[in-house]
């Protein structure tokens, strides 16, 4: 964690703002979850254990922030909340997106690392003349545990 701090620190100087122990509270909050995409409520229950006087309302500006200087990314699953994970600014991957494949019967969210859409976004560029920043993926199906009998039932 002395390594992403130290990067996080780095990261909100670039952005030319001032290191808050909040701001690290926060980033370091996600980063100790790379799989999980936490919602705020659950961003504040993993700083409030380090840092007990933080209010949530401070949590969410400081989410706010972060999000719209890109260290973190907002997601919205379709299921009432919006959840968030460490940006690609915020050094865990470079420029490469992942997509989310999200379960429809236990509602498990799986991150998937492949960038596919590489060519496709080279090939809109060249036709259209449109230059694409970013994108976001999600595919719905059923995971492992859930699609097992599913997919067994319509062999028969």
């Known amino acids: 964690m002395a390594a992403d701090r130290e990067q996080f620190i780095r ?3 670039e952005k030319g703002l001032k290191v808050t122990n909040q701001r690290l509270l926060v980033l370091e909050a996600i980063a100790s979850c790379p799989e999980e995409h936490l919602t705020a409520e659950e961003i504040y229950e993993l700083v409030k254990v380090s840092y007990p006087e933080i209010g949530l309302a401070t ?12 260290l973190i990314d907002r997601i919205n699953f379709d299921d009432g909340f919006v959840r968030y994970e460490l940006g690609s600014a915020g050094g865990r991957r470079k420029k490469h997106r992942h997509h989310h494949l999200i379960c429809l019967k236990c509602g498990r969210v799986i991150s998937f690392q492949e960038d596919l859409l590489e060519e496709l976004e080279a090939k809109i560029t060249a ?9 976001e993926v999600k595919l719905y199906g059923y995971c492992v545990e859930c699609g097992g009998d599913f997919i067994e039932e319509k062999r028969e």
């Open 11 to 13: 990261l909100l100087k």
């Open 59 to 70: 949590v969410y500006r400081t989410i706010q922030l972060l999000n719209e200087l890109n």
């Open 127 to 135: 036709t259209a003349g449109f230059h694409i920043v970013d994108h």
